[in-house]
């Protein structure tokens, strides 16, 4: 047997040492949004409809009743209705028994969501009622809306699915749909659970269910609660807590960049500062949006000046970051802030931890999302150690050059360098230690060591906390392969430079830190006594990344 086989050995360790492409952000660059007053209110020139559902029972006596779900939506509707403020074409109340049952409200979405005809008009769907856990057909633990005839030891089969709320609302033409949801589905106030899903709630770290902000199709989702809390009603308010605030978000008060209009999320934020301090800490309001930059739904009011100019961020990977401005603390992300016109210095912070620091000089009417600061940052240098495993595709290679073997290497990683989707990895590693052929039945041990040096290029893909990225290799490698027998003393080595493909994926489990995993296959022509073979081998890998 040749040298040449060596070379095979050490591109399988090359296989197993690759690092990981990471995708930053969410959004593709830096968001500003600058328009005139009249530009402004031209955009939101669609017409407004509501749908406004209060249920104060469920279908039997386990259900306490609700004191406040009816003037919940009594008082929504006359801020929405009224001439000066909301100026909504169409407000429809659901609040009797008869009207909310699961047939009544499902038949309900359907019509609703055919009101709107064209993209700029406005759907908002808003719910008091109680909410639940409960299996679904499938098993799995599901949320619910106590509709009037949900039965609760039938939850399933009687009430409705919450996500039914806002995927009810997908096969609208309006592109500005809110759906607000003033229930909870854990815990005491507005939730009622059967004693198992108690049971199974209590043993559980972190829920295990997948908010609705996660799976909703619906533009914005604002909930009066996060996921796993619970919402209250207050005798003091006569209110459900979030939709008194957020009623008087609407009235005017939720103005924050004092353009004359109200947005949903200038009322969310709003409402969502003013129930965490009432509850004490024990209800914060949830936000999810699907659609980012200028926000797209005007609630209240008309937009008759240009505005102060915003800063904010609703994605998930920023939540709980403090939003400073000049030195002071603004708001706690999810959220925004007005600011002065002029220059300003932006930073993230999160328990001692400066993720941002960046100069940035804002004009009237700018609305700037603060994650895309990070894409002008660009690019991010990250530092991955990785280990795994490598071997021959066939069997008789791997029986006759090399077994499976373990590999482990460090890379750093130059994310999004070109065309905001590639990412640059360079990457240095070395490994050796004892194996064993199978030759003519025979097992021959041998030692091995190798070192090398390898750059790639990958094209990314990113989903919220996830990249998935695929892309070509090169690397020049040298191995060594040392047999001491009775027979035959001999060490062998060799270099080559031998391209690969790899595929991988990560999770960024915060904005610093990340696990990734991936696969490499490769095509090598071996030359094995005096004969050119074509072999085929591959790799995995898992790695553990810092972003600088």
């Given at each position: 047997m040749k040298a040449a086989p060596l070379l095979v050995l050490s591109l399988c360790c090359l296989t197993a040492v690759q690092g990981c492409a990471h995708g930053g952000g969410e959004k593709g660059g830096l968001v500003t949004v600058k328009a005139s007053a009249d530009e402004v209110q031209k955009a939101f020139s669609g017409r407004r409809f509501a749908l406004l559902v209060g249920i104060a029972q469920g279908g039997d006596d386990h259900w306490q009743p609700l004191r406040f779900a009816r003037?919940?939506?009594?008082?929504?509707?006359?801020?929405?209705?009224?001439?000066?403020?909301?100026?909504?074409?169409?407000?429809?109340?659901?609040?009797?028994p008869e009207q909310t049952t699961r047939p009544a409200l499902e038949a309900a979405l359907v019509r609703f969501a055919a009101l709107a005809t064209q993209p700029d008009d406005v759907l908002v769907l808003y719910v008091s009622a109680h909410g639940t856990l409960a299996r679904d057909a499938r098993g799995e633990l599901e949320r619910y809306l106590v509709t009037s005839d949900a039965q609760f030891h039938h939850v399933a089969e009687t009430a409705l699915r919450v996500d039914r709320l806002s995927s009810g609302l997908s096969s609208s033409k309006s592109r500005r749909?809110?759906?607000?949801?003033?229930?909870?589905?854990?815990?005491?106030?507005?939730?009622?659970?059967?004693?198992?899903?108690?049971?199974?709630?209590?043993?559980?770290?972190?829920g295990g269910l997948r908010p609705l902000e996660e799976v909703s199709r619906a533009n914005i989702v604002l909930s009066a609660s996060d996921f796993l809390e619970t919402a209250r009603e207050d005798e003091t308010l006569q209110n459900d807590v979030y939709t008194h605030f957020l009623v008087e978000a609407l009235s005017g008060g939720g103005d924050r960049n004092g353009d004359g209009a109200v947005t949903a999320t200038e009322a969310h934020d709003f409402a969502r500062r003013r129930t965490y301090v009432f509850s004490q800490g024990r209800q914060r309001p949830a936000a999810e949006l699907v659609e980012v930059g200028a926000d797209p739904v005007i609630l209240t009011g008309d937009v008759k000046r240009n505005g102060q100019p915003e800063l904010y961020s609703y994605v998930p990977r920023l939540d709980g970051f403090s939003l400073r401005v000049d030195g002071?603390?603004?708001?706690?992300?999810?959220?925004?802030?007005?600011?002065?016109?002029?220059?300003?210095?932006?930073?993230?912070?999160?328990?001692?931890?400066?993720l941002l620091s960046e100069e940035v000089r804002l004009e009237e009417g700018e609305r700037?999302?603060?994650?895309?600061?990070?894409?002008?940052?660009?690019?991010?240098?990250?530092?991955?150690?990785?280990?795994?495993?490598?071997?021959?595709?066939?069997?008789?290679?791997?029986?006759?050059?090399?077994?499976?073997?373990?590999?482990?290497?460090?890379?750093?990683?130059?994310?999004?360098?070109?065309?905001?989707?590639?990412?640059?990895?360079?990457?240095?590693?070395?490994?050796?230690?004892?194996?064993?052929?199978?030759?003519?039945?025979?097992?021959?041990?041998?030692?091995?060591?190798?070192?090398?040096?390898?750059?790639?290029?990958?094209?990314?893909?990113?989903?919220?906390?996830?990249?998935?990225?695929?892309?070509?290799?090169?690397?020049?490698l040298w191995v060594q392969r040392s047999f001491s027998l009775d027979v035959y003393k001999k060490t062998q080595s060799a270099f080559s430079v031998t391209p690969g493909l790899l595929v991988g994926a990560s999770f960024h489990f915060t904005p610093r830190w990340e696990l990734s995993v991936g696969l490499q296959g490769m095509v090598v022509a071996v030359v094995v006594d005096a004969v050119t073979q074509t072999l085929g081998f591959a790799g995995g890998w898992a790695g553990v990344g810092y972003r600088f």
């Open positions: 003037k919940d939506v009594d008082d929504l509707g006359a801020v929405l209705q009224d001439p000066l403020r909301g100026r909504f074409a169409s407000v429809e109340a659901l609040t009797t749909r809110v759906v607000v949801l003033a229930t909870c589905h854990s815990g005491s106030g507005k939730s009622l659970l059967p004693d198992e899903v108690v049971a199974e709630l209590a043993s559980r770290k972190g002071e603390d603004r708001v706690e992300l999810p959220g925004g802030a007005a600011v002065g016109a002029g220059a300003h210095r932006i930073e993230l912070t999160k328990g001692g931890e400066v700037l999302d603060v994650d895309s600061l990070q894409a002008r940052r660009e690019p991010f240098v990250a530092m991955t150690l990785t280990g795994g495993a490598f071997g021959f595709v066939d069997a008789a290679s791997r029986q006759q050059l090399l077994p499976i073997a373990p590999a482990a290497g460090v890379s750093v990683r130059f994310e999004r360098v070109l065309l905001r989707r590639i990412t640059v990895e360079l990457d240095v590693s070395g490994f050796g230690g004892q194996q064993s052929l199978s030759l003519a039945g025979t097992s021959v041990p041998f030692g091995w060591s190798s070192f090398l040096a390898g750059a790639s290029l990958a094209w990314q893909w990113d989903w919220r906390w996830v990249s998935v990225w695929v892309g070509p290799r090169v690397a020049g």
